[in-house]
């Protein structure tokens, strides 16, 4: 049966890749890996029976390895995890199935009764597993576009940095009108990157949408599926999500679901098997640092602080508990842009991300009566949300 998780009481910019794990030469002692891409498949929603396991009313366990064409032997897998409706503002945290703690870290933060997404790269268990933590409760969807394996040099599969370039943006195409809803943008891999490019890290901000909608990424050519890499939810959205996604010797294509502006920037690239071996850019994945268990919060050893929550729905705490946040907070008085460049500034500005701060909240009952969700007139579209 369905699952929804109840409240319980890693965007991917060049700069961001490198903190995540992906290393140059001077490294190479370390244990690596390199990526495997794979074609969009949607591993878990709990708006459906399958997929995955109940752990806890707020954690659910979702086995990646073997699974949407990923190799059994996996180190980590790349992922798009989205929240839909949770019950408050709150987080998501994945983290290898295997540990006993829940990680102080999250990788997407949530709004009551909205759907988000973001991209997240996860190292997994030794049995090649993931578990979500739903601290705002409500659904959660978990797609792959593809994983890590080990390797101590490579050809295809090494992350190749390129400086921040915006490929498409339709304001700017002389188009007097956003996308229209349920239409299909293709856009040419950038220059410099080889035709036989494996993945692209993007970032896909959509600006000034007509309602609730989702953006998926496919490989140009391709066949969309039924995942999603991007989520929005009301008239004059500004949302954006970081993901790794596949392309294919002509590109990249997006779904836009509902009417808006795209934007589309790119900050590196997966090689292909023309590439030269190298262990340049190959991944180390790492265990994001142990804080808590429901039952007994502590301090980690890594010194971070713990905040104990309470594992029924209490009403919201004020002021909102003291735990970290992906993003500043209060939100800022005005519309505004974040750019994470490797140095000089650049020329323009990479999307915005509409962020928010979080507060405590559950898995919902699956059997619980849901929000009715706008779709686009492709009965695709109720799917992703």
Known sequence: MAAALVASSTGIAATELLAAGFVSPAHADQATSTFVAVSPCRLADTREPGGYTVIDPSTIEVQVSGRCGLPASLTAASFVVTAVDPVAAGYLTVYPANLALVPSTSNLNTHQGQARANGAIVQVSPAGAVRIFAQAGGDVLLDTAGGFVSATAATAGRMVPITPLRLYDSREMG??????AGDVVTVPLPAGV????????VNLTVVDAARRGFVTAFPASGVVGDTSNLNFDTIDTVRAASSIVVVSPTGLSLLVS?????????????????AAPSTDGLFIPTVPPACWTPAAP????SGFRCIAMARS??????PAPERRSTSPSPPPAHRGTWSLTPGAPQSHQPPASTRHGWATSQLRSGSGPRPPRECASRSLACRRT
């Open 175 to 180: 188009a007097t009108t956003r996308v229209p």
């Open 298 to 301: 502590r301090r980690s050893a």
């Open 194 to 201: 080889p035709s036989d490019a494996t993945a692209l890290a």
């Open 258 to 274: 509902a009417e808006a502006h795209l934007v589309v920037d790119v900050t590196a690239h997966f090689t292909g098997d023309v």
């Open 313 to 318: 729905i209490p009403p919201l705490p004020s």
